[in-house]
């Protein structure tokens, strides 16, 4: 009887030894494979929900996530839409702990998304870094591979050529935010 116990207890140490590893690798994988996430993913998993992002020039949107694409974020917001730079996000508050990786091969990249509002003669508020003015409003006339072009109207006039006044060339790396009216695609 005593030699029973005592296979028992080896038993029971064995299999609590063997569970403890067991699990102590299971954590080292996970570890593994969160260190190979990226901020995208990250993102990607607050789709639909509120989140506030805090931008490098310090200004700070709040929005429900609506598109998380590997250089750019679309935020809703009631009444517009803002597209904001991944590289220019400093923090972002309330994204919870879900992660997404990507689904399409293909990148979406900043160039393409201001593409589609160039295309569609979109108006558009620029938000620009360490500026006075800080923001420039009017429609994109083109985009490059690290530039955007804008033809600038005053608040509050239509997007015809006859309001314009003037136009100019932003680097894509100057770009905090683009906003737009809701009813805007990128």
């Known amino acids: 009887m005593r030699w029973e116990l005592l296979f028992g207890d080896l038993e029971a140490q064995f299999h609590a030894e063997t569970q403890q590893e067991l699990e102590q690798h299971i954590n080292e994988l996970a570890r593994i494979e969160a260190s190979q996430l990226s901020f995208s993913e990250v993102l990607r998993g607050a789709l639909g929900r509120q989140i506030s992002a805090t931008m ?3 200004t700070v949107f709040h929005g429900e996530v609506q598109r998380v694409e ?4 679309l935020l809703g917001q ?6 904001l730079p991944l590289a220019m996000v400093l923090r972002v508050q309330g994204v919870g702990t879900h992660r997404v990786r990507a689904t399409s091969r293909v990148p979406y990249t900043l160039p393409a998304a201001l593409r589609v509002l160039a ?3 979109s108006t ?3 938000e620009l870094a360490g ?3 800080a ?6 006339d083109q985009v490059g591979a690290d530039y955007v072009q804008l033809m600038q109207m005053a608040d509050g006039v239509g997007r015809d050529r006859g309001n314009a006044q003037g136009s100019v060339v932003v680097p894509l790396a100057a770009l905090v935010a683009i906003a737009s009216a ?4 990128f």
Not at 70 to 73: G, K, S, T, V
Not at 135 to 140: A, C, D, F, M, N
């Open 56 to 58: 490098r020039s310090g």
């Open 70 to 73: 590997q250089q750019w974020l």
């Open 78 to 83: 009631e009444r517009r839409s803002v597209l």
């Open 119 to 121: 295309r569609n003669r």
């Open 124 to 126: 558009v508020v620029l």
């Open 131 to 133: 500026t006075r003015p």
């Open 135 to 140: 923001s420039l409003r009017g429609v994109l």
């Open 182 to 185: 809701s009813d805007n695609e």
